[in-house]
């Protein structure tokens, strides 16, 4: 739906001055296809779908049993915490998701984290960071722009200089006053003989973010600063790198004021893709017992597939189909397992600290389809068994065609608050959230049901010996049905040698779509954020919980679309359904000048009913409701800004790898 901004824009052309109205026919044709052209420019919100992937051959069986233990099973994850899926922002697009400065936050961003904050009972984690990171100075007076950060171009290189204000960190602090965030932060490693900024920016994030602080990272893929002589000389390698960040961890030791020596994150290495070091080789090389007493966590980044340009991408449509296969998720994980398992007996959590479909923001059509939301479910669960601690999903900017959610292009977000756009991946973490639970307690393992068959996996999550909940995906797609699968579960009983323990009754939720290849017809327990530019961070519509009724020695069946993924609640001894209570906030209106207002008194706590945004709001035309409080608030450096974008002359770019 490219109609709502489109809309907003066309009022404001044709109820402001000539001047403006200027602006925009030299855009384009007439002020629609303007506007038009402003949308359908961005990564974000390319329209192209790719062509869903056959039916496999041979099928898979349609009907199969899945046989779960009293007391939980070989291979369980370590316990893991309920908000495992979180968010990596870029640096440079900060400003766009978190809001201008720490007195405007974005109220969307916040309904986004909040909505993980309910289903986990634990803030959502949240990095914010990446290559534009790499020559911050952190700066204590505030920008012209008064803005957290401020952006340089670089000729002749995508990733811009960002340095940041202090403003950023009581920013972050404040998000975490209202949903409880817990923050990742980068430090500059550009010039790495001068650790001033180091030091000075580790001790006052702590002071600052206190315990809403996990970790600093320093230096984003070492492993590729060497690669063309990009960051480093050619030949750089992890013992330059270790000796690098001694002298980091000197001038911390040396800086009284670092309260927390034991901060840091890393290696961060890219992807072990293209022949660049492995986690094996940076911890053989002495990494982790070298900095043992300043590493809070270990962390890799990785992208299935590469896209940058200097990566010679392979087409989307070509490798589509692997996305929708199990392989993919455990040939990604596996090649971690020896780090995941140095790290626990070190007592470390190991992070996925940026991933997402594909590098360099991703392929349009692939990445921003529910088989990507798909493969996220698959993904995420596979490193929880592979005894990952979190996994952050990457967010480029409008350019992107794999965020999770991405606001409105231009400055128009701070002035409308419910232009957002929902992408497919966004509903992973819903799944994943509740699949999580709220105990902290969730041990993950990867079921391989139906003889280990590639296109129907599985996964149960157990808690303190329950099992609770177990996830089915089908990856298939087949709009007749006549690839919908029954996955039969039996706990205890069948050939378990233990006594028949299945309830009888289950609950089920579902994530589905029509096609693997759809972009916003999702949904997660019959809730959706619907559209593009439709949203402000809240599901819209009623949840929907199916409920089984089980036979306690035949099972538990539960039928699996194709595609789809389900959530099954088992209400197991020890176990509950999950509420989905909606803790969400208001977005008023607001004036832009007048910054949004977060009123903690309207929360609403009914399952996403009531209040702007919902399903009964949709038949409403978005922009046409308010605009009148948009043209007044709206300036016109503000326009220009609009049709600078429009005219592909903006600075925004997609970060990522
Ligand atoms: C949308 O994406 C496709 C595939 O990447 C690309 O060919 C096309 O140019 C994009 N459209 C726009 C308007 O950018
Ligand atoms: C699967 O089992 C159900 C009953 O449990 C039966 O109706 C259906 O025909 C079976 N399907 C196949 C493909 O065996
Ligand atoms: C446990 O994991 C190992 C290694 O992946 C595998 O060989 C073994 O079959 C698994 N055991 C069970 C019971 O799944
Ligand atoms: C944030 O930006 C607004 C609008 O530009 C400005 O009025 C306010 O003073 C800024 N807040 C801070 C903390 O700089
Ligand atoms: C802010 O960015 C502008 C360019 O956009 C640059 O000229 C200026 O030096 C920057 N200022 C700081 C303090 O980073
Ligand atoms: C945000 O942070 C600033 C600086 O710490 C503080 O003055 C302000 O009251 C905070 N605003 C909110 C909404 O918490
Ligand atoms: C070192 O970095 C700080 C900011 O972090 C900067 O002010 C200073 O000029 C730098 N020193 C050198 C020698 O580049
Ligand atoms: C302070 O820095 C020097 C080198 O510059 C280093 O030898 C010393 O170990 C550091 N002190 C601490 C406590 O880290
Ligand atoms: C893990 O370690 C084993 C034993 O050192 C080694 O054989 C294997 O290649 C390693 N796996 C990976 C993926 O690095
Ligand atoms: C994860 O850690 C647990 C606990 O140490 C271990 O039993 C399990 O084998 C590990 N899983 C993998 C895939 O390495
Ligand atoms: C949601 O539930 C309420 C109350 O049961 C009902 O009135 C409303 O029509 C439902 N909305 C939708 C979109 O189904
Ligand atoms: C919108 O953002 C641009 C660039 O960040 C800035 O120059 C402009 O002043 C902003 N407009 C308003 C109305 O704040």
Same mark, same amino acid.
């Given at each position: ?62 009907? @199969? ?6 007391? /939980? ?167 330059? @790198? ?73 087409? %989307? ?28 007996? %070190? ?5 996925? @600290? ?25 993904? #995420?669960?596979?490193?929880?068994? =592979? ?8 967010? /480029? ?39 999580? /639970? ?41 709009? #007749? ?47 959706? @954020? =619907? ?76 399952? /996403?009913? =009531? ?47």
């Amino acid at each position: 739906m490219r109609r709502a901004l489109a809309t907003v824009l066309c009022v404001l052309a044709s109820s402001l001055s000539a001047n403006a109205v200027t602006i925009y026919t030299t855009l384009g044709s007439g002020t629609d296809t303007a506007a038009e052209a402003t949308v359908t420019g961005f990564g974000a919100y390319n329209s192209t779908a790719l062509v869903a992937p056959g039916l496999p051959n041979p099928m898979p069986p349609l009907n @199969f049993t899945i046989q779960l233990y009293l007391g /939980g099973m070989n291979n369980l994850s370590i316990k893991q915490a309920s908000n495992f899926m979180g968010f990596s922002i870029e640096l440079s697009v900060a400003n766009q998701y978190l809001g201008r400065n720490s007195s405007r936050v974005n109220v969307p961003f916040l309904n986004y984290l909040a909505n993980l904050r309910v289903r986990t009972g634990s803030g959502a984690v949240v990095r914010v960071g990446g290559n534009s990171q790499e020559w911050t100075q952190l700066f204590f007076t505030m920008f012209p722009n008064q803005e957290i950060i401020n952006k340089t171009i670089v000729p002749n290189t995508v990733t811009p200089q960002v340095n940041i204000d202090a403003d950023l960190f009581y920013m972050m602090n404040n998000i975490s006053s209202l949903v409880g965030t817990r923050w990742y932060g980068g430090l500059p490693f550009a010039d790495p003989t001068n650790t001033t900024g180091i030091a000075s920016i580790i001790a006052f994030a702590e002071q600052v973010l206190g315990d809403n602080l996990i970790a600093m990272q320093l230096g984003n893929e070492p492993d590729l600063f060497g690669i063309g002589a990009r960051a480093r000389p050619t030949g750089y390698s992890p013992q330059n @790198f270790i000796s690098e960040t001694q002298q980091s961890v000197y001038a911390m030791g040396n800086n009284s004021a670092i309260k927390n020596q034991m901060i840091l994150l890393g290696p961060s290495i890219c992807c072990n893709i293209d022949g660049q070091w492995s986690i094996d080789q940076v911890l053989a090389a002495g990494y982790l017992t070298d900095f043992s007493a300043q590493l809070a966590q270990l962390a890799v980044q990785y992208y299935p597939n590469m896209n940058c340009a200097g990566d010679n991408p392979p087409q %989307a449509q070509d490798i589509f189909a692997s996305y929708l296969m199990h392989t993919k998720a455990q040939t990604s994980v596996n090649q971690y397992l020896n780090g995941t398992a140095a790290a626990q007996v %070190a007592g470390k959590p190991f992070v996925m @600290f940026e991933t997402n479909t594909a590098s360099c923001a991703g392929f349009v059509g692939l990445s921003d389809s529910f088989g990507a939301a798909l493969w996220a479910v698959d993904y #995420t669960l596979q490193m929880a068994y =592979g005894n990952f601690s979190y996994a952050l999903f990457h967010f /480029g900017g409008q350019n992107s065609a794999y965020n999770p959610f991405t606001p409105p292009p231009s400055n128009i977000s701070a002035a409308v608050g419910d232009l957002w756009s929902t992408g497919p991946v966004y509903y992973s973490t819903l799944l994943v959230s509740e699949a999580m /639970g709220t105990n902290n307690a969730s041990q993950v393992v990867d079921l391989l049901p139906n003889g280990g068959n590639v296109y129907t996996p599985a996964y149960a999550i157990y808690e303190n010996g329950n099992a609770m909940r177990v996830v089915l995906i089908n990856f298939m797609n087949d709009p #007749t049905g006549a690839s919908d699968y029954t996955a039969t579960i039996l706990i205890g009983g069948g050939n378990s040698n233990q006594p028949a323990s299945t309830p009888s009754t289950v609950f089920v939720r579902y994530l589905l779509a029509p096609s693997v290849t759809d972009k916003y017809n999702i949904s997660w327990a019959g809730q959706t @954020f =619907g559209p593009p530019f439709s949203s402000d961070g809240r599901l819209q519509g009623n949840v929907t919980t199916e409920t089984v009724q089980c036979d306690t020695v035949n099972g538990c069946p539960i039928k699996v679309k194709a595609p789809s993924a389900a959530l099954v609640f088992l209400s197991a001894p020890g176990g509950t359904m999950a509420p989905a209570p909606t803790e969400t906030f208001s977005t008023s209106w607001y004036p832009y000048n007048a910054g949004p207002v977060v009123n903690q008194a309207v929360l609403a706590t009914s399952n /996403g009913r =009531g209040g702007r945004g919902q399903i009964q709001d949709l038949s409403t035309s978005h922009g046409k409701a308010s605009a009148a409080d948009i043209i007044r608030s709206l300036s016109l450096p503000m326009l220009l800004t609009v049709a600078a974008i429009a005219a592909g002359a903006a600075s925004i770019l997609s970060m990522q790898r």
